[in-house]
């Protein structure tokens, strides 16, 4: 069943994840960026995640609460255990010191594969897009992946307006 789902998925999917894995592996070197480009990974990563729980369960209030709820707590949750830690701010150069990482990549692949595996699933069964149950599954999985990716984007805006506003 499986090599059915794969072999039935348009082209245009397989492209979306080859430039997706490409972006993610550009994560896992350290960089230099501005907080413009610091911010439009975690927005885009947290649009998609959203348009994935709107996009199947409309605004079914259990699937886009559950996404919320995830979101709020995989933020808190990371900012708590100090993850994304050796940011740094150059003030000579206006710029985050960003290190390499692979959990951008492996939080690209979560919401790529929950986007994908609740795809197929609402194929095989339609019914379960008005499944509330399903709908919270798959809002808190869409939620968890794209907190994480957004508390990167808190960490890095955290450490760049401290440094602002230490040398202001």
Known sequence: MLTQIIQHAPTWVWALLAGL?????SQTFPRS?????????????VALSVFGVTSVFG???????????????????SAAVGAWRGIA??????RLQVP??????????????TKFGVGATIAMHPALAHDPLFGAVAGLAYGSFAGVFLSRGVAMWKVAHEALTASA
């Open 21 to 25: 894995i490409a972006l993610g592996i």
């Open 33 to 45: 960026m501005t907080i413009r480009r610091a911010t439009i990974i975690p927005v885009a990563m």
């Open 59 to 77: 605004a079914h209030a259990v699937a886009t609460a559950a996404w919320a709820v995830a979101l709020a707590t995989a933020v808190a949750l």
């Open 89 to 94: 701010w150059s003030a000579q150069d206006q």
């Open 100 to 113: 390499g990482s692979w959990w951008p990549l492996m939080l690209i692949l979560g919401i790529f594969t």
